[in-house]
């Protein structure tokens, strides 16, 4: 096992679709885990969610998370990241993310379908600038 460098770090999240596990704080401060589709924005961390699901409460009222990917094909690897969210209603650039997104997880066919579709009144932006990132590959080497 070893460390990723930043460039690693980024090809990992990026070169293939995985989905990562959203850590977020509940009001009693148990902990709230949900799947997200995501992208990057330079080093931030972006992806959307419903108004009304327990994770944007969670963000809306604490904007602490961590988020986990992870390679489940031998030799293994994961990337933690923990930071802060900003949570953004009404965003300008919604659809392009909802698009961005889309393409990643549904590919250039469906993209615009998907996109328009989470691109509506009640979807939130929400970005992640990482605090603390810890990566290792070869888990199994």
Known sequence: MRSMTPAEVRRFLLDRPRTAALATVRRDGRPHVAPVWFD????????????????????????RVAL??????????????????????????????????????????RASAYGARNAV??????RVTPTRIVAHTGIAD
Not at 43 to 63: E, G, I, M, Q
Not at 68 to 88: C, K, S
Request: one cysteine or more.
């Open 40 to 63: 990057l924005d330079g080093d931030t961390l972006v992806f959307t969610t419903w108004h009304a699901t327990v994770k944007a409460a969670n963000l809306c009222r604490d904007p």
């Open 68 to 109: 986990a990917v992870d390679d489940e094909t031998p030799p293994f690897g994961f990337v933690l990241v923990e930071g802060a969210a900003t949570v953004t209603e009404a965003a300008p650039d919604l659809a392009i993310w909802t698009t961005r997104i889309a393409v990643r997880y549904m590919g250039d066919e």
């Open 121 to 126: 009144a009640g979807e939130l932006l929400v």
